[in-house]
């Protein structure tokens, strides 16, 4: 595990944390002012990719310096708003409507030390799907921002040219999407899974991403979350009731339907990887 400490006075600013892959849905909306949405990322993790993000929850010894709110709270600005106690601006504290709870480092300004957890082996992590009694509510939010990113990657990787789909998950989540953004006409480029314990074989591969690296499966096209890789894969939900509850005794006696019956991809995320390729 690492602990992450000003880079000005080595002040430890963190609680020990392990690496897992960077979010899709980082930096995208959700919602409005009646819905505020949760971390990032769950307690005791970071993720990196130049920067380090953290959940607040996790961090250590740093005050406001700073206050810039869109809605109900503070998002990010040109400049940081949270400061070691040495006065060395740091970090970004976003935690505002819409916006998923997050701290993010600024490039230079923190070092991890300790040391990282080893990589674990793909055959370390389940790839079966989430338990059906997940209480986890924002499962769907996620996936459907995680399919829009993918979508987008697809199209991008298409290169204008149709996308193809079987039957199937991959159908059902993507081929309105495709057909949308790309309207049949012309040689299409087929789209098939590929991963752990799935062969495919198609002009593009989807693959998952390495839950702890964030490292694409070998060979793919497109890498996208694990989450998502498993629903396409395996076509497993979280059962969650209407109430957003889980009660053990009510599953066993009245056993209650998966939610959501469709992922739709985010189109705001798709637009947004789309608008990066220019």
Known sequence: ?????????????????????????????????????????????????????????????????????????VNASAEPNLACACGRPVATRVDDCSFWQVVEFAPGAVRPVGSPEPVRPWEDFDWNGPSPEDGDLWWERRVEIAAGVAAGRVLRAAEGAPVSVPDGPLAAVFRRAFDEWRPPGGAPKSLALAGPGVTGEADLLLVPRHPQTGQAWPGGSVAVSAELWVLLARDVRPVLPRTGGQWADSLRDVPMPPRPHDVVPAHWAIRRVLREQR
């Open 1 to 73: 595990m690492v602990v992450f400490e000003c880079a000005g006075c080595g002040a430890a600013l963190t609680a020990a944390l392990t690496q897992v892959d960077r979010p899709d849905h980082e930096g995208i909306e959700w919602g409005n002012s009646t819905s505020f949405t949760p971390p990032l990322l769950a307690d005791g993790t970071y993720a990196a990719q130049g920067d380090f993000l953290v959940a607040p929850g996790d961090v250590r010894g740093l005050s406001w310096i700073g206050y810039e709110g869109y809605c109900c709270g």
